[in-house]
């Protein structure tokens, strides 16, 4: 039985439906489909957008009919793909928790009735899925976030959150890649340069990846800082299976 | 070699057909607005397809050349003057270094295309030369033009084949339908039968919440069936999107990414230059057509540059006739200045 449903955006784009709820499972299958698609090199493909439920394939139809891109592309879709081919890799992200690092940590420890440092402690203590990549260069939708500290969006946005912030909003948590306004209560900051646009690869992780926060000090963060500055850091990455 | 910006205008950007392979990472394609007239522009200065040219936007800059050149504007009329005298557009135009050109506000239209025969001496960054506002990266320093910018051209270029030939006839924005076509999907099946309705039969005013990013419309509210929230998904060139509050939003070239309002419909590629080109206050009409319909009209309008193409690959009156070739020799031999013309 398919499990998907093609649909047309435009004259330019198919949109593959995998289903309406956001699972863990529907996110492999779209991660998969796209390097099955990859490895095909299918000429005519622009550029792809995988999302929570969906995938968006731009192509030019002077270069392959829609017909025959969907043809292509139902033959990729039925294939099976085995789940121990996919690695589970997870990046880790230094953060510096609280004071002037996030200025909001207090708000999150008071909503949830806890203290910053259990908060800090339920936040790095699990593997964060990453969804899809979207909104800024490099941000990234993270499933997975403890329900016990989902706290609501500040009431009034600030105008400026420097890159490197990691914070709450709703269910969601997240780092903001570069310089940006935005409603999330922040609760600590990275010296990690998650989008950098001279290096190449200008984004550290894709979707289908993990994230895990590991706590440091205000020292390591300067360190990292100084390291990350001259392009010297090594983000940690484990592999295992999922 | 090049040109400095004396004036920036409203908002001058380098652009090309846009950074493609790097929306999965939360990267807009960007690239011109209006493609057919950054096409004509680069297809009149003999330039390749993809290469990188202004957007001038609203209010036009004004610039110094710095060594002689080709130029060649297209687009909305900015009423552009070189050294106070008006210029041809929709033609190759020789300029000389010291040379002024300003240009006013939109006449017509409401974005014009300026393309070198130099080519621009700009960097590529992820495989595009194009401005990318919101990542801060390619074009010039990744902003926009300010006054006292200097962009040189990467080769020297003052001679193009079939000179006098350069020239098309300029668009008639004033006489544009306003009915723009429309693939209905993929999210229309969200949207009362009401609401389809509506969107297909009612006018739309163009509002000014219009940037590179988008173009909100105002006009009669499109009714979800039950809400018009989706879980976000990846945006196609010309998506509309309808919020819950009910009026439509295009989206065009430095969209994000991924949104989370559904998409009733998405403008046929040939349209779009159509839309970018209207003013505030504008009226347009939406029309379904199929997706097969709006292909073979795209297909038609890539024969169409071909079929321009070819005209100003052929030698004109102006070329052919013997007194008209003679008075030019003699005008060029007149002025020691013009050996650079050979």
């Known amino acids: 039985m398919k499990d998907y449903q093609i649909l047309i955006e435009g004259d330019s784009s198919i949109l593959i439906v995998f289903g309406d709820t956001i699972s863990t499972e529907i996110n492999q299958r779209i991660t998969s489909t796209v390097q099955l698609i990859r490895a095909q090199r299918i000429e005519g493909i622009v550029d792809m957008i995988p999302a929570f439920v969906s995938l968006l394939i731009n192509y030019n139809p002077l270069v392959i009919s829609y017909d025959a891109l969907r043809k292509r592309l139902e033959k990729i879709l039925q294939m099976e793909t085995k789940a121990s081919e996919t690695v589970k890799r997870v990046f880790e992200i230094p953060v510096c928790y609280g004071g002037e690092y996030g200025p909001d940590l207090k708000n999150i420890a008071a909503h949830a ?27 990234c939708y993270l499933g997975g976030l403890d329900e016990r500290i989902h706290t609501p969006r500040l009431e009034t946005p600030r105008l400026k959150i420097p890159a490197g912030s990691v914070g709450i909003g709703g269910k969601q948590t997240g780092i903001y890649p570069m310089d940006s306004p935005g409603g999330w209560q922040l609760m600590g900051k990275t010296p990690v340069k998650t989008y950098d646009p001279q290096r190449d690869p200008a984004i550290l992780v894709q979707a289908g990846e993990y994230i895990r926060f590991v706590e440091i000090d205000e020292a390591e963060f300067q360190r990292i800082s100084e390291l990350a500055e001259k392009n010297e850091y090594q983000v940690t990455i484990r592999e295992g299976g999922a | 070699m090049g040109f400095r910006v004396l004036k920036a205008g409203m908002l001058t950007t380098v652009q090309d057909l846009g950074r493609n392979g790097y929306q999965s990472q939360g990267f807009s394609v960007g690239g011109a607005l209006d493609v057919r007239s950054f096409n004509i522009a680069n297809m009149l200065v003999d330039n390749p397809e993809n ?8 209010i036009g800059p ?26 041809a557009m929709y033609s190759a135009v020789y300029v000389r270094k010291g040379d002024i050109l300003k240009f006013g506000s939109a006449r017509t239209g409401t974005r014009c295309y300026m393309a070198f025969s130099g080519y621009l001496q700009i960097p590529m960054v992820m495989g595009s030369r194009c401005t990318s506002l919101k990542s801060k990266i390619g074009g010039f320093k990744g902003r926009k033009l300010e006054a006292g910018d200097y962009i040189g051209e990467r080769i020297k270029r003052r001679y193009l084949p079939f000179f006098l030939s350069r020239k098309l006839p300029p668009p008639d924005y004033n006489n544009d339908n306003g009915v723009l076509r429309v693939v209905m999907g993929p999210q229309d099946g969200l949207i009362s039968k009401q609401g389809i309705e509506t969107f297909l039969h009612s006018e739309y005013t163009v509002t000014g919440e219009f940037d590179r ?37 295009i989206l065009l070239a430095d969209r994000q990414t991924t949104g989370g309002y559904a998409k009733i419909a998405n403008l046929i590629s040939v349209d779009i230059p159509r839309l970018v080109q209207k003013k ?24 169409e540059l071909e079929r321009m193409r070819k005209e100003i690959h052929t030698p004109c009156k102006e070329v052919l006739d013997c007194r008209q070739v003679a008075k030019r020799l003699e005008r060029l031999y007149a002025d020691a200045e013009t050996q650079r013309f050979f």
């Open chain 2, 280 to 303: 505030t206050g504008q009226k347009i009409r939406f029309e379904a057509v199929t997706m097969q319909e709006a292909q073979r009209l795209y297909l038609q309008e890539v024969k």
């Open chain 2, 51 to 58: 290469e990188a040219v202004l957007e001038i936007t609203l």
């Open chain 2, 213 to 249: 990013m988008g173009c909100r419309l105002d006009g009669p509210i499109i009714a979800p069936k039950k809400t018009s929230d989706i879980i976000s998904d990846g945006i196609a060139l010309g998506a509309i999107q309808v919020p819950s509050a009910g009026k439509p939003i």
């Open chain 2, 62 to 87: 004004e610039l110094e050349f710095t060594a002689d050149t080709i130029i060649a504007i297209t687009g909305g009329d900015f009423s552009p003057r070189l050294n106070g005298e008006p210029i």
């Open chain 1, 113 to 139: 009735g806890l203290s910053e440092q259990e908060v800090v402690k339920i936040h790095t203590s699990c593997d964060y899925l990453i969804y899809m990549l979207g909104f800024l260069p490099g941000f």
